[in-house]
């Protein structure tokens, strides 16, 4: 079992930075990949980053490619999300996700919620004047 905690959520104005922690906690987190997904008020559950087991690979959404960072600190049990040049469309509960499958490659699935097996609690980012 692995345990997530987020945390570094706010309230921020367009065009400041945030930066989302996940810490792990539990069974063996590095070598797991992680995801980052978000939920806005009234829409679905949406992937936003994702990162291998090393953090040698890592995908994003279009749009958040090039404001967001998803990196990993496997000594800390600890994955980040650098949020940069925030929009009010980015506001949403952010989610860290495991997916609970050691060392295996992002594939096809890392888009997929399904592909996730450990889930955090979510913390909140609302991005307003």
């Known amino acids: 079992q692995v345990q997530l905690v987020e945390s570094g959520g706010g309230l921020v104005q367009p065009g400041d930075s945030l930066r989302l922690s996940c810490a792990a906690s539990?069974?063996?987190?590095?070598?797991?990949?992680m995801g980052w997904f978000r939920r806005a008020p009234g829409k679905e559950r949406e992937w936003v980053a994702a990162?291998?087991?090393?953090?040698?690979?890592?995908r994003y959404a279009d749009t958040v490619q090039g404001r967001f960072t998803i990196y990993r600190d496997n000594a800390e049990n600890t994955v980040y999300m650098e949020m940069s040049r925030l929009e009010p469309e980015d506001t949403a509960v952010y989610y860290c996700a495991a997916d609970g499958f050691p060392g295996s490659p992002l594939g096809t699935t890392y888009r997929n919620s399904g592909r996730y097996h450990y889930w955090g609690q979510g913390t909140q980012v609302t991005v307003s004047l």
């Open positions: 990162i291998n087991w090393s953090g040698i690979y890592t």
């Open positions: 539990g069974r063996t987190f590095s070598g797991y990949g």
